[in-house]
């Protein structure tokens, strides 16, 4: 899960050819002294970096506790047509993480993203991909006779129209796939403490712990969550919020103002991964033309 770079940077030149034996000498163990120095350094930094990793280290495993605390949206991504997207699957060059195309056979993959976050300011940890998907039968009925004259440039440029597809009665689902094999469902849920509880407090002011608490305490300790496990948050007819973790429904709550929450980390404006809110919108937009 570690990405190693190391900091040197070997720049070539073209120089003079000297034809003094003596300083041809000089030169080549000067070269020789070089290289060796970059390679005990590189050396250093593997030994460095795999002491760090070292998931017994009791100060690095206490820090992982406390990784969540503001979104990073560093990751790139290509930009990929989801929507139009006629195979099975998708699967990311970066993580190779794989989303189907379509969930239910009504929910069209819209963009896929990273969340990334920052351990003791060390390292970068990709925590898990999400998809995130659209019934777009919905989309077209609730939104084309607003929309649906304008142009797909217009409609990215469009705030009203991206608060209206959260604000909809859109079926929407975000499906997390888990990357960091050493994630706790604790850190989920103060994750989702820290994330969704300001999303509250943005939408609907202060007074929502109640809520914010409903949803967090579906995510119980006996819940295992290893590399690969799966987390669906549906916002489904009525406003119902469905959360399921590998294919099992566990809590379900009907708040307009906690499906709108959640839906905001993903596409609002301040996004986990601004790349992905940006394929989010583009297909959204494109589903109206068609």
Wanted: charged share 25%; net charge positive.
């Amino acid at each position: 899960m570690v990405s190693l770079r190391f900091p040197f940077l070997f720049s070539r030149t073209n120089r003079p050819h000297f034809t003094n034996p003596t300083h041809g000498t000089s030169r080549s163990r000067s070269i020789s002294v070089t290289v060796a120095v970059a390679a005990a350094s590189a050396t250093a930094v593997v030994a460095g970096v795999a002491a760090y990793q070292n998931h017994k280290h009791p100060f690095v495993e206490n820090a992982l506790d406390f990784f969540f605390s503001k979104p990073s949206s560093s990751h790139l991504w290509a930009s990929l047509s989801f929507a139009d997207s006629s195979s099975a699957t998708v699967v990311d060059s970066k993580t190779g993480v794989s989303f189907p195309s379509e969930l239910g056979g009504s929910q069209k993959l819209l963009g896929i993203g990273l969340r990334k976050k920052s351990v003791l300011g060390l390292k970068n940890i990709d925590v898990y991909a999400f998809g995130v998907y659209a019934d777009h039968g919905n989309v077209k009925k609730l939104l084309r006779e607003k929309y649906g004259n304008l142009s797909i440039s217009e409609l990215r440029e469009n705030k009203e129209f991206n608060d209206d597809i959260m604000e909809a009665a859109i079926s929407m689902t975000v499906r997390l796939q888990i990357i960091y094999s050493k994630l706790s469902i604790r850190s989920v849920r103060s994750a989702f403490e820290a994330s969704v509880g300001s999303r509250l407090k943005k939408f609907g002011g202060s007074d929502n712990k109640e809520l914010l608490q409903r949803f967090t305490s579906q995510f119980k300790d006996e819940y295992k969550i290893p590399r690969g496990s799966i987390i669906d948050l549906s916002k489904e007819p009525g406003h119902v919020l469905s959360t399921k973790i590998d294919g099992k429904e566990v809590g379900s709550i009907q708040s307009k103002l906690l499906c709108r929450s959640i839906m905001d980390l993903y596409f609002g404006e301040d996004p986990f991964d601004r790349k992905a809110k940006e394929d989010i919108e583009l297909n959204l937009a494109s589903l109206l033309q068609k």
